[in-house]
């Protein structure tokens, strides 16, 4: 060590050659080699001008993709070495005759983000795309549901008409052939066909229900019976209609 000045007892250090008292100089020189040995960082200009802006967030974006990316290696390496755990429990008990293992849980990156929709399970960037995506989709009405229900309805109309033609000609039919037997009723044959084909008339309207139960009463009446009330009822509640 060089004396620096003897009024003031202060000597220089050997590392940053500053001035320190006799006492002082030791602790300064332990700390002043251990700094001297760390290697100072370089000032990164480009950080230090976009810190504040957009292409700052991109950067933190992209550096924690890489760590995902890191994590997720880790994760299928982990989840791979499981999977052969398990096969090789599998194998031992069929082996040995043991009943097999239970199957191991299900297992998922705990990184993805999972979507309240569809319930599956995508990572951050995916995610945010795949969420508004599934959402508008959910949130949208069906199509085609008004159009459903009035081609159902149009249906049952149809299948009610042709049950009721099927009716009708099955009553023509079986008139003929009571006619056919009867020669004294050929004048209550044509009147009965003449009304039954006044019933098309009424088929979809108020008095249907009515007019039809007059119609079945007055065929019955007239195969068994051979009298005209019931189709001279029917007649007249048909000239008010």
Not at 196 to 209: C, D, G, I, K
């Amino acid at each position: 060590l060089v004396r620096a000045d003897s009024n003031l007892n202060l000597y220089p250090c050997s590392i940053c050659g500053r001035n320190f008292s006799e006492d002082v100089l030791p602790r300064h020189q332990n700390i002043c080699a251990k700094t001297a040995q760390k290697k100072r960082k370089v000032f990164d200009s480009s950080k230090q001008r976009v810190e504040g802006t957009e292409l700052a967030q991109l950067n933190k974006k992209a550096v924690h993709s890489n760590t995902m990316k890191k994590k997720s290696w880790q994760v299928k390496h982990e989840e791979f070495i499981r999977t052969i755990r398990e096969a090789r429990k599998v194998q031992t008990a069929i082996a040995s005759g043991k009943p097999l293992p239970p199957p191991p849980p299900p297992t998922f990156n705990p990184d993805y983000v999972q979507c309240d929709y569809c319930g599956r399970r995508f990572n951050e960037t995916a995610a945010e795309r795949h969420i508004q995506f599934c959402k508008t989709q959910h949130e949208r009405v069906p199509r085609g549901r008004g159009d459903t229900t009035a081609a159902q309805k149009q249906a049952v109309r149809t299948n009610v008409l042709i049950c009721f033609v099927f009716f009708v000609i099955f009553f023509c039919l079986l008139i003929c052939v009571c006619s056919f037997f009867d020669l004294f009723n050929v004048c209550n044959f044509f009147s009965v066909i003449r009304l039954h084909l006044r019933l098309f008339t009424v088929v979809f309207s108020y008095a249907f229900p009515v007019s039809f139960i007059l119609s079945l009463l007055s065929f019955i009446h007239f195969f068994f019976l051979y009298n005209h009330l019931f189709i001279y009822l029917y007649l007249l509640f048909n000239l008010f209609l």
